[in-house]
């Protein structure tokens, strides 16, 4: 049921944008939501599911830089993209923290960069709260995200 499983990555995406929100109010953070453009240094322009970072990237008009914590939902047609394509572009990049978050098994994936590599923080499940290396005190239950 492909209408299913996108009312799923909605409500996740549309739950985790409101924890960022949250967290964001209380520490003076950007929270950046989908389909907004945003052109990395390398000229790449990448448009992630949703985005924390501290500070801004508004330049005018436009977004740019590198963002401290990018979002993006695995989709059953381009699963490889989001593991492996974007995260080749954000590592490059030096994008601090990437989750990939997947909707139908009810997961998010934490990579952390280190040394200019990403590194496994956490792979988050039902039942437990996702943390953040890069942001202290940023807590998401995952019964909140795929309520």
Known sequence: MAGEK????????ENLLG????????????V??????????SGDAIYPDAVL??????????????????????HNSTPDGERLLKRGIY???G???YWILDAVNSTIDVLSLRDGRFEPWG???PGS???????????????????
């Open 32 to 41: 950046y939501t989908p389909g907004q453009e945003i052109r990395l240094p």
């Open 53 to 74: 970072h501290r500070g801004s990237l508004a330049a005018g008009d436009d977004l740019v830089g590198v963002p401290h914590l990018i979002v993006q939902i695995l």
């Open 123 to 125: 792979a988050f499940a």
């Open 19 to 30: 924890a960022f929100k949250n967290y964001a109010l209380a520490n003076g953070c950007t």
């Open 129 to 147: 709260t996702v943390t953040s290396p890069a942001f202290p005190g940023l807590a998401v239950p995952m019964a909140a995200l795929f309520s």
């Open 91 to 93: 590592e490059k990049s």
């Open 95 to 97: 994008v601090k923290e």
């Open 6 to 13: 996108t009312l799923r990555r909605l409500k996740a995406i």
